[in-house]
């Protein structure tokens, strides 16, 4: 190897090769971020809950004051004061135009996934009135390291979002008051529970497999077309009233985090329900009683849904019960505009030959068949 | 249907509606509160020696690039973009510049910013040969491989031949040339002797390790991975593959957590592995750091950041059982990266799923790659002997 490798032109080369191979792996530490909390109160005023990581702070105030490397309580205290001033400087909020007024109240600590905050505690006074906008100007820490953000969430009446600063977005407008984004965010959740039904085929075919034969009654061993729409509305009403209650009930206990089942068996015994309510239109075991066949699976297909929301980190316990209302309203629409979309249909075609041969027994054929397919798929593939 | 299609198609939405309820329970549960005394510690930071913060700006850009580097810290990335970015324009000759800035973006993974910054810094300086060589390894990452191959070549004038040949057989290992790749860099290690730096050691040794686990030769693979960590054993793209190898392909659980525990730094990427080893010995302690990594995830992801998607991915199939989550991140994650090691996650996360339409996606860059198909039960890797041998067998 020729001794030009070590001139000073390889030494930066070697700088720029580590760094990639750095970034190839990952990195060791959290990014530097704020958690800003925000709560509009009544009459004008805003409780303001600001964490802010201490080493941030050290590089810009110097908390470290002896420069032994370790931040302790003393230090931060002594300079709290001047933390105070330095973030308030950096953080604007206006309500209707004006400015409100930000007073730190307390400087306390915290820590977030085992690094140390400061914690700078303020109120501010944005009006006598209420407030129905606030336009938040964040610019902490932005000229200092590029990558910091700040996390925001919002609460007022209007609920809670979330929001991130960044230097090329440091500033937004929100409406807290009743009519503002909080139905967006409920409404968000309900058209996720509906897209989610109207996405899941295997929920959708157990409903169909229990639909199809309401149109009809058996005598004997055939089936004849119901004679009024009465009894079949009944009859569906009960069915879709039971499966809606039974995966209600478990779709609440596992999204809150009191029942845990795995994620494979309950897929595998929702595929199996499936088979089961369309061979049942075949072989017809339970005849009168569908509501309780739809009752028991309908236990299984709310883990079903809950295994979802896990999958998308809802947060457990009473903090997330307003979003899983959202969702699980969302699923019974998108259930009954399926419903309101195939009944009709089906108490039409009710007396025909059509009905009886292709819709009852080749469709419950085919929706058994689909059903033992994903079972298999799902309990004993990958 | 199953529950993999459902969540891919409507999953980007509804993660965005639930980001938000993320929020809602919110990370600030925890009461701040007050310590008792003064001298309790609550952070630690770089002492400072007077040194680290004087000097021109350049020094101080290029002093945070190099305690990013050994830190792992993304904060110092931060930092001295901040100064560059405010520094004045005659605080630099120009193609300084658009290198530093170029390191610091292709750091945070801003890859097509840092593309630019390094055809700027060429064009003015082809010679520069930090440059070239940085702008080769983005272009690879890209999957850019006829480009990267170009800037390896070029190079050769410029750096020392061991440098330049890693560089090439790297790249050409992935052009469906491996076994070729291999002889050579194996040869030029050896011509090199002793006669090189630590870092070009474990940096060229780990580069060989790749290309042998690409071949699907895991022995040789691990060998190159432990002279890659006996030459640098801050070497993290060597150590982070020797424990995949060891956990992946060969189960060799408490080998791995050996490795990673000799680590000079645990990273994220080496305590993911950490938990994943100690989960397989049945170490009740992998709850512990997977509850940490998950928390710095979230915050990843309320950022919108990719840093750590390749980790998260893992995190999720290998911690979580979550099979279908992973997925989801595996795809995120191969829009941004399309090494190797994001081919592999790609494969296996799509046949845990059972995803057709994914898994012939990443089997078509192992094909165009020409690399060693893992099999389907991850229990071992197709084996390609070293001489001459049929091609593509899987």
């Not at chain 1, 061993?221 to 119901?226: K, L, Q, V």
């Not at chain 1, 066949?293 to 809950?306: D, M, R």
């Not at chain 2, 491989?145 to 050769?156: G, I, K, P, Q």
């Amino acid at each position: 190897m020729s001794s030009r490798a070590y001139g000073p032109r390889w030494r930066a080369t070697w700088v720029a090769l580590a760094g990639l191979l750095c970034a190839a792996a990952a990195h060791g530490h959290a990014a530097s971020d704020s958690y800003l909390a925000l709560d509009v109160r009544d009459e004008g005023v805003v409780d303001v809950r600001w964490d802010i990581a201490l080493r941030d702070l050290d590089y810009v105030l110097t908390l470290d004051t002896d420069g032994d490397g370790a931040i302790t309580w003393g230090e931060v205290r002594a300079r709290s004061r001047t933390v105070d001033a330095y973030a308030l400087d950096r953080l604007e909020l206006r309500s209707a135009g004006h400015a409100c007024l930000v007073d730190a109240r307390d400087g306390l600590v915290d820590r977030h996934a085992e690094v140390g905050y400061y914690v700078l505690l303020a109120r501010a006074t944005c009006g006598p009135g209420t407030v129905r906008t606030l336009a938040v100007d964040y610019t902490l820490l932005f000229d200092a390291d590029t990558t910091h953000r700040g996390l925001l969430k919002l609460a007022s009446k209007a609920g809670t979002v979330a929001a991130v600063f960044a230097p090329g977005e440091h500033a937004r407008e929100f409406r807290v008051d009743a009519q503002g984004g909080g139905a967006t965010g409920f409404t968000a959740f309900v058209r996720s529970g509906v897209l989610h039904i109207l996405d899941g085929w295997d929920h959708l075919l157990f409903l169909l497999s229990l639909l199809l034969p309401a149109v009809a009654v058996l005598r004997g061993a055939t089936w004849e077309p119901a004679p009024s729409w009465r009894p079949v509305a009944s009859d569906v009403l009960r069915t879709v009233t039971a499966f809606t209650v039974a995966h209600s009930v478990t779709f609440f206990l596992a999204a809150l985090g009191t029942i845990e089942l795995p994620t494979r068996g309950v897929e595998s015994a929702i595929a199996a329900s499936v088979v089961l309510a369309a061979l049942n239109n075949v072989f017809r075991v339970v005849e009168s009683n569908r509501w309780l066949v739809a009752f028991g699976f309908g236990l299984v297909h709310g883990f079903g849904f809950a295994s979802l929301l896990n999958a998308l980190d809802l947060p457990r316990g009473l903090g997330g019960v307003l979003p899983l209302l959202g969702f699980n309203l969302g699923v019974e629409l998108g259930q009954l505009g399926v419903v309101a979309l195939v009944l009709p249909a089906l108490f039409l075609l009710r007396a025909t030959v059509f009905y009886r041969r292709a819709v009852l027994g080749l469709g419950s054929c085919a929706i058994a068949a689909v059903g033992t397919a994903w079972f298999v798929q799902r309990a004993f593939g990958g | 249907m199953s529950a993999g299609h459902r969540t891919g198609r409507n999953g980007r939405a509804m993660l965005v509606a639930f980001t938000v309820a993320a929020l809602w329970g919110g990370s600030l549960t925890a009461a701040p509160y007050r310590p008792a005394t003064d001298g309790i510690v609550l952070a630690h930071v770089a002492p400072r020696d007077g040194a680290a913060d004087v000097g021109d700006i350049g020094e101080r850009v290029r002093t945070a690039i190099v305690r990013a580097r050994n830190s792992g810290d993304p904060r110092e990335l931060g930092r001295a973009d901040a100064l560059l970015r405010a520094a004045p324009a005659n605080a630099f000759p120009a193609v300084e510049r658009f290198v530093l800035q170029g390191t610091i973006d292709q750091s945070l993974h801003r890859f097509d910013a840092a593309l630019q910054r390094f055809d700027a810094a060429l064009a003015v300086d082809p010679g520069h040969a930090q440059a070239r060589l940085t702008r080769a390894t983005v272009l690879q990452v890209r999957g850019r491989l006829a480009e990267s191959a170009r800037d390896c070549r070029a190079l050769a004038r410029h750096v020392a031949p061991l440098v330049a040949a890693t560089c090439s057989a790297n790249v050409a290992s992935l052009q469906g040339r491996a076994r070729e790749a291999y002889l050579l860099l194996d040869l030029q290690l050896r011509a090199a002797g002793a006669d090189v730096t630590p870092e070009i050691a474990g940096w060229s040794h780990a580069v060989l390790g790749g290309i042998a686990a690409r071949l699907g030769r895991r022995e040789a693979a691990a060998r190159a991975y432990r002279e890659a960590l006996a030459a640098n054993p801050s070497d993290r793209f060597a150590r982070v593959s020797l424990a995949d190898l060891l956990l992946f392909d060969q189960h060799r659980s408490a080998e791995a957590l050996r490795v990673v525990h000799d680590a000079p730094a645990v990273d994220e990427a080496l305590a993911l592995r950490e938990a994943i080893a100690r989960r397989a010995l049945q170490d009740p302690r992998w709850r512990e750091i997977a509850s940490t990594l998950q928390a710095r995830f979230d915050v990843a992801r309320r950022r919108g950041e990719s840093l750590h998607l390749r980790e998260e991915a893992l995190y999720w199939r290998e911690l979580r059982q979550d099979p279908v989550r992973a997925l989801d991140t595996a795809r995120r994650n191969w829009s941004v990266q399309r090494e190797p090691a994001d081919a592999r996650l790609l494969l296996d996360c799509a046949r845990a799923v059972g995803d057709a339409a994914t898994e012939a996606q990443a089997r078509s860059w192992y094909r165009a790659t020409g690399s060693a198909l893992p099999r389907g039960d991850g229990e071992n890797v197709t084996v390609v002997d070293p001489a001459p041998a049929q091609e593509g067998r899987s």
